[in-house]
């Protein structure tokens, strides 16, 4: 395991303070970096949690904070929705927001900022989507059970490589929604692969999704081990 460095980098974003978490490695020159969107309810230690595991393979990777305030799971649940909801129901927000995201990943000097990838789970999968979406010069995104809908925007060439990671019986995103996304990157020009496991609910690689108390959200480990492993062939691949 490697040694970690953990720091906060604070912003202002629109008027509103923000506090990702940049997670490296001991390693002196910059790193290829993942971008890590979070699920509803922001930075926890599942998404901490994925970040020392990629930075264990030599990547920078900044955690962001699209919320501005850190939520409790348990306390905090109806909050975080509504957070979520309001971003939601502005892409356009959402893309900037987005976007300086990426700036600030660049900024950073433990990155190398010509290689650059987004993973994101749930809300922060339809984020990395988003990203994708807004043309940004990046060299991938990944989308983990998240959310397909388009965001209603003029649409951009997708630069980026896109994989999504999908279970199948997500009531969120059903059926039509996985083949409205694959006529949507075709139509963009993207490179796009689509990964969906059978038997399997949204939020598949949370270990405490079926807390959530939400019907069709479940962990399952197989579909987390497996596309887990495909990111990381992903990245490689990404990254050379």
């Known amino acids: 395991m490697s040694d970690y460095s953990e720091r906060a980098v604070v912003e202002d974003h629109e008027g509103q303070r923000v506090?990702?978490?940049?997670?490296?490695?001991?390693?002196?020159a910059a790193q290829p970096c993942v971008i890590v969107f979070p699920?509803?309810?922001?930075?926890?230690?599942?998404?901490?949690?994925?970040?020392?595991?990629?930075?264990?393979?030599?990547?920078?990777?900044?955690?962001?904070?699209?919320?501005g305030r850190r939520f409790t799971p348990g306390a905090d649940r109806a909050a975080a929705f509504a957070a979520m909801t309001k971003l939601r129901e502005d892409r356009a927000a959402l893309r900037r927001r987005l976007l300086a995201v990426l700036e600030t990943a660049r900024d950073q000097a433990q990155v190398d900022d010509t290689q650059i990838a987004a993973i994101g789970f749930c809300f922060g999968g339809q984020c990395a989507l988003d990203l994708a979406r807004s043309g940004a010069d990046i060299a991938g995104v990944a989308s983990f059970h998240g959310l397909f809908?388009?965001?209603?925007?003029?649409?951009?060439?997708?630069?980026?490589?896109?994989?999504?990671?999908?279970?199948?019986?997500?009531?969120?995103?059903?059926?039509?929604?996985?083949?409205?996304?694959?006529?949507?990157?075709?139509?963009?020009?993207?490179d796009w692969q689509i990964h969906a496991y059978g038997h399997v609910a949204h939020g598949f690689t949370n270990p405490n999704a079926s807390q959530i108390g939400i019907e069709g959200v479940r962990y399952n480990e197989a579909a987390a081990r497996r596309s887990w492993a495909a990111l990381e062939d992903y990245l490689d691949e990404l990254f050379g």
């Open 19 to 28: 506090e990702h978490v940049l997670v490296t490695s001991a390693a002196d």
């Open 39 to 67: 699920t509803v309810m922001g930075v926890t230690e599942l998404e901490l949690g994925f970040a020392r595991r990629l930075a264990d393979k030599g990547r920078a990777v900044l955690v962001a904070d699209l919320f």
């Open 149 to 190: 809908d388009p965001p209603g925007l003029d649409p951009q060439t997708i630069k980026a490589k896109v994989a999504a990671y999908h279970g199948w019986e997500d009531p969120m995103v059903p059926p039509e929604a996985v083949a409205a996304l694959a006529i949507e990157l075709t139509e963009a020009g993207a």
